[in-house]
């Protein structure tokens, strides 16, 4: 049987982009196995284009790495070009709020440090001669955007990491994937294989290979078409004439992009009504295939694109590529550790896979090297679907997120595809109250209340039409009671002997005493936030952990390590759909609480931060006195099945109160007042919870966690960053997030979360200043507007937490 440290299953770009800077980084033993030929699948017939464009810092990087990777040290190393063509880019629009999200994506760039240029038609016109004008209203600019040969660019990692002493054996299809104590082994056509790691970067063939390792991958093949033209005369005068290649042009509203080949056009259309392939197994003999042309498909494209530009019609047809591309259902790629799995990697589902594939191989194997990943890793991270996403709701979502490729991205969107996969048993009682639902995890959650059914939601980059809604739950809250359905929650028990030692080393705080909740956060061994845990402690062998919905399979596999790696004498429970949560919060909530019990609820017995289990109306509670949102309060915590008796009961109860209900949309207001974090936007793995403002629950003396050490070299090295409650000059336009901090005309941070605090009447954002030293002279890009901003020293909202101990 062979031996490998590192067994990557799939030849694509993104595959052997892994296999590149694995061997680059001195990891030995590493083995590719091809079912076909490198490039086979996806790679060989994809168009090539390289990118800047991304509203999120983590999937910009990996764009531009990629970039940064074809365009200059594949050359420099291999001797060779890789095909690269530095011709930038534009996005062209008729639509005002497509060119709010140009604006939003232009000042994010700032800050990471690839500006792009917002366009007026005039310019337009000056980079793309070939476009028509009619109707546009401006566009955006990527001038390092570019193409490249897919091929050569593989083919090129491929020959270094082989110099590097990586081996590639192709034709060798896997069979089958088993653990066999410590270590993978991987049945191949050629020979078994045994190995400590093993990495899914099957592509097309991702959903399969999953399915060997165990796992539910929520990938699909969707078929994408794009036609190659003959000579365009227009292109070839241009070419004589010695003029610079044409930029690479996308118009986001009709659907398609366009881009020089040689002498010709490429094009490429993407339908709304997205053509999904083999969702249940790619025939095994596919490989560098392609399926017929259906042009009846996108002639409406077609046609569009050719009234923009009119030279595409005088070139002819002389090829079209019709073949797979792989989908998640949000889009963006899975990479990462695989949940429940040992030494188990997911570096797949890009449908974007040489646009990205340079850098994602550049993120995994850094994550694989340090034990965790360079940058915050959410928005790709493998986990961040569960069980719950089936072969409906991946088949679903895929087609949604193919139709909408070129969709509006707005803030807080919730796309309609693929929900109701996970219900709260109070679901329907807060529909019946006019929720507007969000998605979360899978879980359908209240987002606001609407009063009206006419307009349940509007998404802009600007005020949305909830303002006014969320408002009036503010006002409820914080002058009476309100209640919350908090059931997404995740939640985990945790009990046996060693519960106090396991907590106790579990992060960065020590345990709380028994009776008593703390906050914890577990760290990577970076020392960066990789969970955030509110731990009630219910005895000496009983703690009680809950997180955020997102974070239930990281937080689950955080836990499991830790028991692995300290041996400790636990047991770990994950509770997440067995209890319901109702939070009932407000300077009224004590007296709803009170006729409902006869526990004692005053400060004496039952003190802020502290945890008992009362009866409400005969009913067993877990009651926490916690707030997110800085008002008097609990977390009611009981078994599903009991948490409609327990929502009558408090409804009726606090009818005398006027009591109401708020969603996530107003605690989110309300927490920015009292400047409190909140885990995957403002705490991260990029960054330490002593950047993050936490570092008054971090407890170092005597104590050994993971990441102990890296956090604090961290701070010692003067490179830690420094998160900020910013108040902002910012009229009738709210933050949200991405936003870059200036301090004059220097880009110096980031907006991580913002919001309008309804209770203090200021707009609100926490960012992160990557200066610490810069404290005056602030201000934010919003939209494309810098608007005054200023430090707030402490919370706006009743800083010494006088109504949280009332």
């Known amino acids: 049987m062979t031996k490998a440290q590192v067994v990557i299953i799939g030849g694509g770009v993104m595959g052997v982009s892994l296999l590149y800077y694995l061997a680059k980084s001195g990891w030995k033993d590493i083995i590719l196995v091809e079912k076909n030929d490198l490039t086979h699948g996806s790679t060989w017939h994809a168009a090539g284009l390289c990118t800047h464009f991304a509203h999120n810092p983590t999937i910009q990087e990996l764009r531009a790495t990629s970039v940064r990777l074809y365009r200059d040290i594949l050359p420099a190393e291999f001797g060779e070009t890789c095909g690269f063509h530095p011709s930038g880019a534009m996005r ?68 270094i990491a082989r110099n590097n002493g990586a081996l590639i054996k192709r034709y060798n299809p896997v069979r089958s994937i088993r653990r066999d104590k410590n270590h993978w082994v991987v049945e191949t056509e050629q020979e078994e294989i045994c190995t400590t790691h093993i990495v899914n970067s099957a592509g097309t063939w991702g959903w399969e290979i999953g399915q060997m390792m ?61 053509q999904v392939w083999s969702p249940d197994g790619v025939p095994p003999e596919f490989g560098a295939e392609l399926l017929p042309p259906d042009l009846d498909r996108v002639e409406h494209i077609i046609e569009a694109a050719m009234a923009r530009i009119p030279a595409l019609g005088s070139g002819g047809i002389k090829s079209v590529i019709n073949g797979p591309i792989t989908f ?51 928005a790709i991270d493998s986990r961040r679907f569960g069980k719950w996403a089936d072969r409906g709701y991946r088949i679903e979502k895929a087609g949604e997120c193919f139709g909408l490729q070129f969709g509006v991205h707005y803030p807080f969107e919730e796309r309609p595809a693929g929900r109701n996969k996970r219900q709260s048993p109070l679901h329907n009682l807060m529909l019946e109250r006019g929720a507007v639902m969000g998605a979360a995890f899978g879980w359908e959650r209240p987002n606001w209340f609407s009063n009206t059914t006419a307009d349940r939601g509007m998404e802009s980059f600007r005020r949305t039409n909830w303002f006014d809604a969320v408002a009036n739950e503010v006002t409820t809250t914080t002058s009476g009671v309100a209640l919350a359905d908090l059931s997404v929650f995740s939640k985990f028990e945790i009990t046996g002997p060693d519960t106090r030692k396991f907590i106790g080393s579990l992060g960065s705080n020590t345990t709380p005493p028994t009776g008593r909740i703390g906050l914890i956060h577990a760290l990577t ?46 047991e770990i429970s994950n509770q997440t759909e067995e209890l319901a949560v109702i939070g009932i919060m407000g300077p009224k909530s004590r007296d709803v609480l009170r006729k409902l019990t006869e526990d004692d609820l005053d400060n004496r017995t039952f003190p802020w931060l502290a945890v008992r289990s009362i009866k409400l109306g005969g009913i067993d509670v877990r009651a926490l006195r916690v707030s997110f949102i800085g008002e008097l309060g609990w977390e009611l915590h009981v078994p599903v099945e009991k948490v409609r008796d327990l929502f009558f009961l408090l409804e009726d109860s606090g009818k005398e109160f006027d009591i109401g209900l708020y969603g996530a949309y107003a605690a989110n207001s309300m927490r920015l007042e009292k400047a409190y974090r909140s885990w995957g936007v ?16 971090v407890k170092t003396d005597g104590r050994e966690f993971i990441g102990r050490e890296a956090m604090l070299e961290h701070h010692e090295t003067g490179v830690a960053w420094d998160m900020v409650l910013l108040d902002i000059d910012a009229g009738e336009i709210d933050p949200f997030y991405s936003h870059s901090v200036w301090q004059g005309e220097r880009p110096i941070g980031i907006v991580t979360s913002g919001a309008y605090g309804h209770r203090t009447n200021k707009t609100l954002a926490l960012a992160y200043l990557r200066d610490p030293s810069a404290r005056s002279d602030l201000s934010v890009s919003i939209l494309g507007s810098k608007r005054g901003a200023t430090i707030s020293a402490e919370a706006p909202f009743d800083p010494a937490n006088n109504l949280l101990k009332t």
């Open 92 to 159: 062209i629009t008729r639509n005002p709020d497509r060119m709010d999200e140009f604006a939003h994506v232009a000042g994010l760039s700032d800050f990471t440090g690839y500006p792009l240029e917002i366009l007026t038609p005039g310019r337009i016109a000056e980079l793309h001669p070939l476009a028509k004008l009619d109707g546009l209203i401006g566009g955006i600019y990527e001038p390092d955007d570019g193409h490249v040969d897919p091929t050569l660019a593989t083919n090129a990692m491929a020959k």
């Open 214 to 274: 165990g796992l539910n991958i929520p990938v699909v093949p969707v078929l994408h078409q794009y036609l190659v033209t003959d000579t365009v005369p227009d292109v070839a005068k241009r070419i004589d004439s010695g003029l610079a290649e044409l930029p690479i042009i996308r118009d986001p509203e009709e659907s398609w992009y366009v881009r020089q080949e040689r002498g010709g056009l490429i094009l490429g259309p993407y339908e709304k009504d997205a």
């Open 328 to 378: 998640t259902p949000d889009g963006n790629p899975l990479i990462g550790p695989a949940h429940g799995l040992d030494n188990a990697w997911l570096l797949t589902g890009s449908s974007m896979g040489v646009m990205e594939g340079g850098g994602a191989g550049w993120f995994l194997a850094h994550w694989m090297t340090n034990g965790a990943p360079p940058m915050d890793a959410l």
């Open 525 to 570: 061994p970076a020392g960066g936030t990789c969970s955030e845990f509110t731990v009630a402690m219910l005895d000496e062998e009983h703690a009680y952990l809950t997180s955020a919905a997102a974070a239930e399979a990281i937080d689950l596999d955080s836990l499991v390590h830790h028991q692995d790696a300290t041996r400790l004498t636990v």
């Open 682 to 697: 403002d705490l991260t793995t990029e960054r330490t919870p002593i950047e993050s403002g936490m570092g008054y629950l």
